[in-house]
């Protein structure tokens, strides 16, 4: 019985080695569940990127559905979602809240000056503590946040066009109540 154990923890360990692997093949790694879907939106009050004596916050975006975009311009795959948010920037027609995370405001506005802004407002959080409220992995993340302040999806990665287009876009809808184009 003794000789057995090592092969019974063997398979055990190859066992769970397989299920993850194919869990990983399966399941979109972008998808990670989040506790406060559903639940509201973190206060927040931070400095414009362009103006840093004055701040923007939770409290300017109530009664508004908006879409809260984390992106830096250390990011490489900021660099890649880039031309979904100035592609679908108007056609969401939701105000676009960019949240530069953790990035020097030079460094934000030349890359802005290259790829060019898609945002309503852009508020700057250097230190990333509001980041950790909101529960941010990475750049780029993106919250769609409802009129209450609710928050009723997260992305984690970039957004890609098949995203709005199947995901994005819906739940917008959803927001209208069910209308595309109504007013949010």
Known sequence: MARLIPLIAFLLLAGLLGFGLTWNMYHDQREVPSPLID???????????????????????????????????????CVDEHPVLVRYAKELDLPLVGYNWKDDPADANAWL?????????????????????????????????????????????????????????????????GKPGAAP
């Open 39 to 77: 639940k509201p939106a973190p206060a927040f009050s931070l400095p414009l990127l362009n103006d840093p004596a004055r701040n923007f916050g939770s409290a300017d975006l109530k009664g508004k559905p908006y879409l809260l975009n984390v992106f830096g311009s250390w990011c490489p795959s």
């Open 113 to 177: 000056a290259r790829f060019g802004n898609p945002y309503d407002v852009i508020v700057a959080d250097a230190q990333g503590r509001t980041a950790i409220d909101f529960g941010v992995y990475g750049a780029p993340e993106t919250f769609l946040v409802d009129a209450a302040g609710v928050i009723r999806l997260k992305r984690i990665g970039a957004l890609t066009p098949d995203y709005v287009e199947k995901t994005l876009k819906p739940a917008i809808a959803q927001l209208r109540g």
